[in-house]
């Protein structure tokens, strides 16, 4: 298959993309990313892009799926209105844009608690990206809620690291729902749910990914 991954240097994004390359179901990977990658492949095509300004007529939009993985937090975007360009904004745009294309199947990184009614701003935003998608008409759509996302980062703090500590030493005391999801877990998800692009949308919740 011909896979789309946007967010291939985040803490999932990283692991949707090595799991990509190892994976003989993905013969084709596009990953546009503002940066250039570390990895090479020869399956691998890495476009630099600017989120602002996607080429709208790349070819590559053309995909079987899309895995979108961006993400930011409100602390390191500086602002709330840059938070929903990246969390909001910037997945629409790809949305639309492979979808224009007749790209049938998108799955994205969401979060747990994902309500556009939410009087959390973090929680409404993700919500209110779940339901601009749904009304793409993508045959496949997938929403992944995890909860506290286990990975490397490289702006975490040391007290993120102690408690991202702690509760995996609670995590078997813990209902499953409450548990760190694991970044190679996520990614997994997100992966199988893209290359098999069932019909209709399906949510995998925490609980699916710890």
Not at 28 to 47: F, I, M, Y
Not at 107 to 132: H, Q
């Amino acid at each position: 298959m011909r896979l789309l991954l946007l967010g291939a240097t985040g803490v999932v994004g990283r692991e949707v993309l090595a799991q990509a390359l190892a994976d003989a179901r993905v013969e084709t990977l596009v990953a546009p990313t503002r940066r250039p990658l570390a990895a090479t492949d020869p399956k691998l095509t890495a476009p630099l892009v600017r989120f602002d300004d996607l080429p709208a007529d790349a070819d590559w939009w053309r995909a079987d799926a899309v895995i979108c993985t961006l993400g930011t937090t409100i602390k390191k975007a500086g602002s709330r209105e840059n938070f929903r360009r990246v969390d909001h904004d910037y997945a629409l745009a790809v949305a639309r844009l492979a979808r224009a294309h007749g790209t049938p199947a998108f799955a994205i990184v969401s979060a747990r608690g994902a309500n556009p009614r939410s009087a959390l701003f973090y929680f409404k935003v993700k919500g209110e990206t779940e339901a601009d998608l749904a009304t793409l008409g993508f045959a496949s759509l997938t929403l992944a809620r995890p909860g506290l996302i286990g990975g490397e980062r490289e702006d975490m703090r040391r007290r993120e690291q102690i408690g991202a500590a702690i509760l995996k030493l609670l995590g078997p005391l813990l209902p499953r729902a409450l548990r760190i999801n694991p970044s190679p877990r996520i990614a997994k998800a997100l992966l199988d749910a893209a290359i098999e692009g069932r019909a209709g949308t399906r949510v995998i919740d925490s609980a699916e990914m710890s």
